[in-house]
């Protein structure tokens, strides 16, 4: 069951998506992806994670068919941070993953061309990182990423479990 704290959690991400999206414009379509309608569906829904010290973070994702994506991050680290996410066409038509956070101020947007995509898998990468979410059986996503800097590479990852609705 939901408590009232991961309920305001939700609606805030939600509210984040929106803003996402509104500040980023959703004009790709379908025939531009090269992404099969409804490969991205799997995105769909919001995550936790625990981290070490008992602090919880949020991500969630809306898709639509033809593969456009906003997600959220909400997490109260390091005095609240919240990342805001784009898959999409840029201004040269390429498809990949925007992304922007409060510690860039929610302007300074990050491209990141699409690697691949297959089922239950996305990957965004360019010379200096990647980044690949995989959907995982109970319904949570495995997140990766590999960051590149003078040959040393660093790996991050992170596991996010389903938030189910009460009552489900």
Excluded: C
């Excluded at 965004?124 to 800097?149: D, K, L, M, Q, Y």
Aim: proline share 4%; hydrophobic share 40%; glycine share 12%.
């Amino acid at each position: 069951m939901i408590d009232a704290p991961k309920m305001r959690r939700a609606i805030l991400a939600g509210l984040a998506i929106a803003l996402a999206t509104a500040m980023h414009g959703t004009s790709a379509t379908a025939q531009s992806l090269s992404i099969e309608e409804g490969a991205l569906d799997w995105l769909t829904g919001t995550r936790q994670i625990v981290g070490a010290n008992g602090v919880v973070s949020y991500e969630t994702f809306i898709t639509t068919p033809d593969g456009l994506v906003a997600g959220a991050a909400i997490s109260p680290r390091d005095g609240g941070n919240v990342e805001l996410f784009h898959f999409g066409e840029n201004e040269e038509g390429v498809y990949g993953l925007s992304l922007t956070s409060t510690s860039r101020g929610l302007k300074e947007w990050v491209f990141v061309p699409l690697k691949s995509v297959e089922e239950g898998q996305i990957v965004f990468g360019n010379e200096s990182w990647t980044f690949s979410i995989s959907a995982t059986p109970n319904g949570g996503t495995h997140n990766v990423s590999r960051t590149i800097v003078d040959g040393e590479v660093t790996v991050q990852e992170w596991h996010w479990e389903l938030v189910r609705p009460s009552g489900e």
